[in-house]
């Protein structure tokens, strides 16, 4: 993929999404809400607005997603933090780990 200035993609964080216990046999499904593009992989802001939404998920002991494409991968928010180079969402999930 080419990156010019005035090509715009959705935000990252938009394709983010956790499965929040709402029942006991049911689950809702939680964005971010975010419809923003951008030329660069976050609009301004949103890399903090999703690391506050892992912080939520994790602490609310939520599944989080990622879609790419039809493609969707879930893991814990502690381990989207590492991955996205965030190590401080897993202490602040769990702050005697
Ligand atoms: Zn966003």
Redesign the pocket.
Known sequence: MTSSDNERQQ????SFWGLVPDGETTWRVET?G?D?ETSRT??PG?DG??KGHLIRWGVAGCWVFKTSGDVATGQGSAQWGRQLGWPDVAERIDPQD
């Open positions: 935000c990252e964080c938009a971010t975010c923003s976050w609009a949103h607005k999703l």
